[in-house]
Nanobody
């Protein structure tokens, strides 16, 4: 069983930056992809970004394109999300996801 643990959330001003991490622990970890999702209060969980673990190819939601960067460290089994030029609408709980497993989430709050 793989466990995903996010960290790095917090409070940031509009225009600021935060870096989220997601560590995968447990049995041998060989995902095809890892993804970030987020859920704002009162809204459904939405896709943010995906990275193909082997190739490093990435894709983003339009709302975060050119502001967020997803990356991974294969040795550390860690997924990252560098969030720049933050907006109040980026506020929410951010989750990492892989192989039918969700992390517990980390809160991101962007003040206007």
């Amino acid at each position: 069983q793989v466990k995903l643990t996010e960290s790095g959330g917090g409070l940031a001003p509009a225009g600021g930056s935060l870096r989220l991490s997601c560590v995968a622990s447990g049995r041998t970890f060989r995902p095809e992809t890892m993804k970030w999702f987020r859920q704002a209060p009162g809204k459904e969980r939405e896709f943010v970004a995906v990275i193909y673990w082997g190739t490093g190819n990435t894709y983003y939601a339009v709302s975060v394109q050119d502001r967020f960067i997803i990356s991974r460290d294969n040795v550390k089994n860690t997924l990252y999300l560098q969030m720049n030029s933050l907006k109040p609408e980026d506020t929410g709980v951010y989750y990492c996801y892989s192989n039918y497993t969700w992390g517990q989430g980390t809160q991101v709050t962007v003040s206007s």
